[in-house]
């Protein structure tokens, strides 16, 4: 595995294809690391290892049900794993939990971004359970990484998006709405 990415790094550019949508013709869509930056808005990108999987739906779900606590906070969300468009597009059609998202299932098929991020596991060459928040000007504010068989907590990354869009001193555990901490 390479060095992974870290805070305060640059995303790294991409343009992959990305399901958007199970409805025919529809299905598919180019994403970009510019995207949100032309919109003005942070990114939230998570990865998961596999489709047809265990944990992953779990997660997937749990994004979803988010969505719009996402787009409040003027915030575009992206899952990716590096299973292609065409496996991507199978799955959300297959499983019940995954026919209505909201929001774009980026293909690595590559393995390009995953190895740029430095997030692919030795042996299986799949993604690391990896999340990035990405301020308005592509840089890297927060990331946290999973092993392959612990999901993560979607409430747990708005809290930390909140906290980061205040610009402000947050104390621990803190959460929107609560006094942010002033220096002397």
């Not at 992959?16 to 690391?33: C, P, R, W």
């Not at 988010?66 to 292609?84: I, P």
């Amino acid at each position: 595995m390479s060095k992974m990415i870290s805070l305060g790094e640059k995303f790294p550019s991409f343009n992959k294809k990305a399901v958007i949508s199970i409805e025919k013709g529809k299905e598919f869509s180019d994403v970009t690391s510019e995207d949100h930056i032309k919109e003005n808005t942070w990114m939230v990108m998570f990865w998961y290892p596999k489709d047809f999987t265990f944990v992953c739906p779990t997660e997937i779900a749990e994004f979803n049900k988010h969505y719009a606590d996402f787009r409040d906070r003027d915030t575009m969300l992206l899952g990716a794993s590096t299973d292609s468009e065409y496996v991507h597009l199978a799955w959300r059609k297959d499983h019940e939990d995954l026919r209505d998202l909201k929001f774009p299932l980026v293909a690595d098929t590559s393995k390009s971004l995953a190895e740029s991020l430095g997030i692919l596991t030795d042996e299986e060459k799949v993604a690391y359970r990896v999340t990035y928040i990405v301020d308005p000007d592509g840089i890297i504010r927060w990331l946290s990484a999973n092993d392959l068989d612990v999901g993560r907590n979607v409430n747990e990354i708005l809290r930390v998006l909140d906290a980061l869009q205040t610009d402000e001193l947050c104390p621990c555990n803190w959460e929107k709405g609560q006094p942010t901490l002033h220096a002397a």
